[in-house]
């Protein structure tokens, strides 16, 4: 049971190229979030999708875009990568339903020069 | 929306002492809590959670409180160990809705050995 993959685990970008990174989770969960973790700065939120067919946006949108595929997957797209984007980037899931444990992936290390 | 703060951002304990963190929550309609540890470069983990039907919940040396009059929660970790040296973060959302999970800033607990 892999629960929620994410893809790359690392990558370097330079100044204005775009990158899609991927999320897809296995436990047939109704709910998935990006977010950017930077140092003090705990996790911000930066889309979620409560449900297949919806996205929203959370605290840090700008830069970034989200699609969500089908039911597992959730992938989040920087268009022009800046140095402000340097950051490490967590997918995760819940059910959406009452029991609303939120799991998450193993993070990629994103470094933008 | 909601706002979760947490603190103390820092703590230092000696091994076997217990270590407390607190958080408090503005949206009284939140009714689900979830605590994570996140060791260094690991993903954030669930460790315990508490309902807003439920006052304390405990497994094992965990114990987390709920004060819904006052909205606040805390995270109690006694008998402390070198291996609960992480960071934690507390989190608040409305369960069964598929919202957003509004997470605390984090504290680093460091168990001196």
């Known amino acids: 049971n892999a629960g929620v993959t994410q893809t790359p685990k690392f990558q370097v970008l330079k100044t204005g190229q775009s990158m899609t990174l991927q999320c897809a989770q296995d436990m047939n969960h109704n709910s998935m979030y990006w977010y950017r973790q930077d140092p003090g700065m705990g996790l911000r939120l930066i889309y979620y999708?409560?449900?297949?067919?919806?996205?929203d946006k959370g605290e840090v949108p700008n830069g970034y875009n989200v699609s969500r595929l089908n039911k597992r997957e959730f992938s989040l797209r920087l268009e022009s990568a800046a140095p402000s984007q340097t950051s490490v980037y967590f997918c995760?899931?819940?059910?959406?339903?009452?029991?609303?444990?939120?799991?998450f992936g193993a993070g990629t290390r994103l470094s933008v020069l | 929306g909601e706002n979760v703060e947490q603190h103390p951002s820092t703590l230092s304990v000696q091994e076997g002492d217990s270590a407390v963190i607190k958080c408090t929550y503005s949206d009284s309609a939140s009714n689900y809590f979830p605590w994570y540890k996140q060791e260094l470069g690991k993903r954030p983990q669930l460790i315990i959670d508490i309902r807003s039907n439920v006052g304390e919940k405990k497994d094992q040396r965990i114990a987390v409180t709920l004060n819904k009059t006052a909205k606040h929660f805390s995270l109690h970790i006694t008998e402390t160990q070198p291996e609960d040296s992480a960071v934690y973060f507390c989190?608040?959302?409305?369960?069964?809705?598929?919202?957003?999970?509004?997470f605390g800033t984090g504290t680093s607990l460091t168990v001196i050995p």
């Open positions: 989190a608040a959302t409305i369960s069964n809705t598929g919202n957003q999970f509004y």
């Open positions: 999708s409560a449900s297949e067919g919806t996205t």
């Open positions: 995760a899931s819940s059910s959406g339903t009452r029991l609303g444990i939120q799991y």
